[in-house]
Every structure is written in C-alpha cells, then in structure tokens.
C-alpha cells in the first residue's frame, strides 16, 4: 500500500469523525452513526470484490439517497450542517462511505473518457444539488465504459481497507454498543 493512499485515507477519516464529534446531535446519535459507518467500512469493500465496483456503489447509493449525499458532502467538504438531526443513522452511514468513495475518486479519477466526451466528477457541484443526480449517473456510465471500473476498483482497495482499519480502531462495533 502506497504511503499516499495511507494518508489519504487518515485525512478522510480524521475530518469525518471531526465533523460528527462536534456534530449538533447528541452522543447516542453519534455513536450510532459511528457505529454504522465502521460496519460499511468493514462489509463494503467485499461487497466491490464479489459483486463488482458499479453494483454496489449503485446499492450504497440507493442506500444513502441524493439529498443525504448532498447533505454529506456540504457538511463535510464545508462544514454545512442543515438540519442534520433530521437523517437516519443508517442512510448517513451509506451516505459518508459514498462521499469517502467519491472524494478518492475526485482525487484520482475525475475525469473518465466517454465515445461522447468527457464526465468530470465535481464534488462541489453534487454537494450543491445542481443536477446530482446528472452528475452522478453520467459518471456511473462513464465508470462502466471500458476498463473503468475495475481501475477504480483497484486504486481503491488500499485507500478503503485503511478507511476500514481506522474505522475498527476508533468507532464502536454495532454489536457492541
């Protein structure tokens, strides 16, 4: 595993849990989110190596819905939180392991070559609402084009199993709580 992927990973996970401990929810609420997402940390990178990168980002993302991705992305990219008490535990879990997905890919591959153009993935303009759900499944296709999805899958796999150690080492197991 390459030290930019690690510390990548830490940088995610560090300003994730940033944001939710000084969250305005209360501490059970926290836990729970917490809890949550370090199971998606733990099941999702299996779920990529047995059912295939696209399917379950496409599961994760029904999962989470657009408006919890949204809220994901603004809260953690720019520190807006609206009406954040309001979001189900376990859709803001899907939603935050979408936006660590996401933020990677943002990263690394923003940019995917289609026979029509370009899809540029644009943090900024999903945490903004301006067309989501365009942005999103143009570089859903795009990921499908060619050999896409499985470079994502695979620059990915160190940057998510850090995601997933840091996750087991700070948040409470949801068995355990």
């Known amino acids: 595993m390459s030290r930019k992927h690690i510390e990548e990973a830490i940088r995610i996970f560090l300003n994730i849990k940033a944001r939710l401990d000084e969250a305005n929810i209360d501490e ?5 989110v917490k809890s949550k997402l370090r199971s998606r940390a733990r099941e999702i990178p299996e779920m990529i190596v047995e059912l295939g ?3 379950t980002l496409s599961f994760c993302l029904a999962k989470s819905g657009i408006d919890n991705l949204r809220m ?3 809260w953690i990219e720019y520190g807006k939180a609206e009406r954040f008490s309001e979001y189900k535990p376990e859709e803001l879990s899907y939603a935050l ?3 660590v997905i996401l933020k990677y890919l943002s990263n690394h591959m923003s940019t995917l070559k289609l026979d029509q153009g370009e899809v540029n993935l644009d ?3 999903l945490g903004k609402g301006k067309r989501t759900t365009d942005v999103l499944y143009r570089y859903l296709e795009a990921l499908a084009y060619g050999v896409n999805a499985l470079v994502a899958s695979k620059l990915l796999q160190p940057y998510l199993l850090q995601f997933k150690r840091l996750c087991e080492a700070e948040f409470p197991s949801e068995r355990g709580r």
Do not use: A, Q, R
């Open 123 to 125: 943090l900024e303009m």
């Open 28 to 32: 059970k609420s926290k836990t729970e």
């Open 72 to 74: 994901v992305i603004d």
């Open 53 to 55: 990168f696209i399917p």
């Open 97 to 99: 392991y979408v936006y």
